[in-house]
């Protein structure tokens, strides 16, 4: 398999983790119907779930390590490490709130606010949980030291939408033990 062929690979992988954990969970968290997987950070035109390469590093040594050394000279020059974004956008409720009123440039109520505050760290939370979810399954898919978590971070609100984004580190290659 090319290393291209493993990014995307990666991306349906993280996308199923998503979907599993959806079906499974039982407190009602649902992902948005539209689910893509996308060559870049994807357009914030609706409500979406997106996993997408932020880009690749050639990189040594195991990917749960916070930063990267430099590649050997003998090292063969290959994307060794992708960081994978995993985005989801929501309606913003404080901007569903100001479209309730007329559209009036009136401040939205500091609850809306909360709330769209809560619903986008809760996305954070049943993501990562959806990746360790499939991580601990059986077989372990994700591997050991084959990702890890790089950052997290809210996106917006824009135009009525609001988000967050959960990068990860994910082999390309296996390691040499």
């Not at 290959?78 to 007329?102: F, H, N, P, Q, Y």
């Not at 939370?125 to 499939?134: D, E, G, I, P, Y």
């Not at 991580?135 to 996106?155: C, I, L, M, T, Y």
């Amino acid at each position: 398999m090319q290393p291209g062929d493993r990014l995307f690979a990666w991306c349906q992988a993280v996308m199923d983790a998503l979907e599993a954990w959806e079906i499974a969970n039982t407190e009602g968290w649902l992902l948005p119907a539209r689910r893509v997987i996308s060559h870049g950070a994807p357009a914030w035109d609706c409500e979406l779930v997106a996993v997408w390469a932020e880009g690749t590093i050639g990189y040594e040594g195991d990917v749960s390590l916070p930063t990267s050394g430099p590649l050997s000279p003998s090292a063969p020059r290959s994307m060794r490490v992708a960081t994978l974004g995993v985005t989801i956008v929501r309606c913003d409720l404080s901007a569903a709130e100001l479209d309730l009123r007329g559209g009036e440039a009136e401040l939205p109520s500091a609850a809306s606010v909360t709330n769209t505050a809560q619903l986008t760290y809760q996305d954070q939370a049943h993501v990562m949980n959806a990746l360790l979810a499939k991580d601990q399954s059986a077989g372990r898919p994700f591997g050991v030291h084959q990702w890890s978590p790089n950052g997290w971070a809210p996106e917006g609100p824009d135009g009525g939408l609001a988000g967050s984004t959960l990068r990860i580190n994910v082999a390309l290659v296996i390691p040499v033990a």
